[in-house]
């Protein structure tokens, strides 16, 4: 049943006026904005979970190089695709073999040499989250996007900050926190950064991103219909608000079907899927409007323009960042790690 709502869009178009429709994604959606060209890919895996590694890998980066083909033809300047990509969403079997096959090197592994040629080929900056396997650092795995300029060249990584600990997903199995802290990648197409997954629950970890310089922050992911639904139309837009940028959030599509069961944290018999992946890809403005959001069900590239002066007229406008008081912020977060904290509660002695 998870999966066979389209979207609220395709309901709403297909049972309101023009008029009427308009007026009602005008209140849910706010005014539009252009400039940059930006997209984002979300889709279903291309081969069965029981394929060799080597057919999975190959079948979606045929699929994949399609649909940058088609971004391309719409003239897309900046391509995100959702996290991990190259891959099932195996992490929260805890089966080592054969997911960690899927690990690459993230600065010459075949897929980065793919996105490479693309890159290149259209003029365009491509996200590539993978699965990356440090092999300088005694083959660690990390939980990774791969950031590509419009010239082919690697600008570099950075690597997922917080690690879900809920119900299937414990991912620490495989990676943990990352160590790149807050990068911000300075493009021809504006600075972006890349807030992987379970990153988007935590409001400082956006708020570092704006912090850096941020104009653009992706955020590709994988996250099922029962866990985290009612949570996803409000994040990215929240965190486009409270830090003046643009806010991307990818989704992957399908129920991917595992060879084993698997248990998880919340009591629930064992299983082979996580549920249903729904998709539902949108992008937020810092002035709190948004775009329509991709399908629930379907592979879907988004393509939307997109302002990069809003970040600093809302600025202007509102001062959330100028009234921010990180000095404030600094000095309490550096008192309440200490062992010794006591919180300043005022109690009623009466």
């Known amino acids: 049943m998870a999966g066979e709502l389209l979207s609220v869009e395709h309901c709403l178009e297909n049972h309101l006026p023009e008029q009427e429709l308009k007026e009602v994604k005008r209140i849910l959606y706010g005014r539009e904005h252009v400039v940059v060209r930006i997209g984002l890919v979300q889709n279903s895996i291309a081969a069965e979970t029981t394929a060799p590694v080597a057919v999975q890998r190959s079948a979606l980066h045929n699929k994949i190089s399609r649909i940058t083909e088609a971004a391309a033809s719409?003239?897309?300047?900046?391509?995100c695709y959702q996290e991990a990509w190259t891959m099932p969403f195996a992490f929260c079997t805890r089966e080592k073999q054969p997911w960690c096959e899927f690990a690459e090197e993230a600065d010459f592994g075949p897929t980065t040499q793919l996105c490479q040629e693309?890159?290149?080929?259209?003029?365009?900056?491509?996200?590539?989250?993978?699965?990356?396997?440090?092999?300088i650092h005694g083959d660690t795995l990390w939980n990774t996007a791969v950031v590509i300029s419009n010239n082919g060249h690697v600008l570099g990584k950075t690597r997922k900050n917080h690690i879900p600990r809920v119900g299937d997903?414990?991912?620490?199995?495989?990676?943990?926190?990352?160590?790149?802290?807050?990068?911000?990648?300075q493009t021809q197409f504006g600075r972006l950064a890349v807030n992987i997954c379970y990153g988007r629950h935590h409001p400082q970890n956006w708020m570092m991103y704006g912090v850096n310089g941020a104009e653009i922050v992706f955020?590709?992911?994988?996250?099922?219909?029962?866990?985290?639904?009612?949570?996803?139309?409000?994040?990215?837009?929240?965190?486009?608000?409270?830090?003046?940028?643009?806010?991307?959030?990818?989704n992957r599509v399908g129920t991917e079907v595992?060879?084993?069961?698997?248990?998880?944290?919340?009591?629930?018999?064992?299983?082979?899927?996580?549920?249903?992946?729904?998709?539902?890809?949108?992008?937020?403005?810092?002035?709190?409007s948004r775009t329509p959001g991709l399908s629930r069900n379907k592979d879907g590239l988004?393509?939307?323009?997109?302002?990069?002066?809003?970040?600093?007229?809302?600025?202007?406008?509102?001062?959330?960042?100028?009234?921010?008081?990180?000095?404030?912020y600094a000095s309490s977060l550096s008192a309440a790690i200490m062992p010794n904290y006591q919180p300043p509660i005022v109690r009623d002695s009466c």
């Open 169 to 185: 997903f414990n991912e620490s199995t495989y990676y943990m926190e990352g160590d790149t802290g807050h990068v911000v990648f």
């Open 219 to 250: 955020n590709p992911s994988a996250t099922v219909g029962g866990l985290s639904e009612p949570l996803w139309a409000i994040e990215a837009r929240n965190a486009a608000i409270a830090n003046s940028y643009f806010a991307c959030a990818i």
């Open 302 to 328: 988004l393509v939307t323009e997109v302002d990069l002066n809003l970040c600093r007229q809302v600025k202007d406008h509102w001062g959330f960042r100028m009234t921010q008081r990180l000095d404030l």
């Open 74 to 79: 719409c003239g897309v300047n900046v391509l």
């Open 258 to 288: 595992f060879p084993n069961e698997f248990t998880s944290a919340d009591g629930k018999p064992a299983h082979k899927d996580f549920g249903h992946f729904y998709g539902s890809s949108y992008v937020a403005a810092p002035d709190g």
């Open 118 to 135: 693309l890159a290149q080929k259209y003029n365009m900056v491509i996200v590539s989250p993978i699965l990356e396997r440090d092999s």
